[in-house]
């Protein structure tokens, strides 16, 4: 069973730079693409990005500048950094996999973690 | 890209059937099929429901079922149970690697 937990801090002080990390276990990093995901308080998920296990990255244009995804395959880890944080980016934070459809294709997120809640205040 | 459009809310009473949209353009759900459909019950994981527009995972029960005419996509729900009130929210690939939520579907059962 693959499992995914995400780990960081759960306060961030505007201005400053949101880490957070994906520990994935129940199966290996390799040959799939890794996502994080958001969700403000109230409002609808974000896709924020995704990066393949060898590093090739994709991230969502409106948050492109600020962005930065990562991964560690010896520690099965894959890392999100946000900076110039504001309250804008106060949100639960997910990590997921993608899982491949019927044409070979990654085209849906088939594992999912249980959420972090991360708030951008002084 | 823009959020895909979805209902905030839609109800409906045990046992009968409800639909949810997911309102795109032709530059995502109108040309590619690559809709997925996740159920969000808070504090808990977003699980996937559909994917593919009409695919659906193993353990997921036949009374949901995904559909796509154009540039919407739905997903449906027979036989209505409790258990089934929570936040739908579908998912599209929109080209060049980007990828969009919908603004999520709360759902309650009456």
């Known amino acids: 069973q693959v499992q995914l937990q995400e780990s960081g801090p759960g306060l961030v002080k505007p201005s400053e730079t949101l880490s957070l990390t994906c520990t994935v276990s129940g199966d290996s990093i390799s040959g799939y693409y890794w996502n994080w995901i958001r969700q403000p308080p109230g409002k609808g998920l974000e896709w924020i990005g995704f990066?393949?296990?060898?590093?090739?990255?994709m991230y969502n244009p409106s948050l492109n500048s600020r962005v930065t995804i990562s991964v560690d395959t010896s520690k099965s880890q894959f890392s999100l950094n946000l900076s110039s944080v504001t309250a804008a980016d106060t949100a639960i934070y997910y990590c997921?996999?993608?899982?491949?459809?019927?044409?070979?294709?990654?085209?849906?997120?088939?594992?999912w973690g249980q959420g972090t809640l991360v708030s951008v205040s002084s | 890209q823009s959020a895909l459009t979805q209902p905030r809310s839609v109800s409906g009473s045990p046992g009968q059937s409800v639909t949810i949209s997911c309102t795109g353009t032709?530059?995502?759900?109108?040309?590619?099929?690559?809709v997925s459909w996740y159920q969000h019950h808070p504090g808990k994981a977003p699980k996937l429901m559909i994917y593919?527009?009409?695919h659906r995972p193993s353990g997921v029960p036949d009374r949901f079922s995904g559909s796509k005419s154009g540039n919407t996509a739905s997903l449906t729900i027979s036989g209505l149970q409790a258990e089934d009130e929570a936040d739908y929210s579908c998912y599209s690939y929109a080209g060049n690697s980007l990828w969009v939520f919908g603004g999520g579907t709360k759902l309650t059962v009456l």
């Open positions: 593919d527009v009409n």
């Open positions: 997921a996999r993608y899982g491949y459809g019927y044409d070979g294709n990654p085209t849906h997120l088939v594992y």
């Open positions: 990066i393949y296990y060898s590093g090739r990255t």
């Open positions: 032709s530059s995502d759900v109108g040309t590619y099929n690559y």
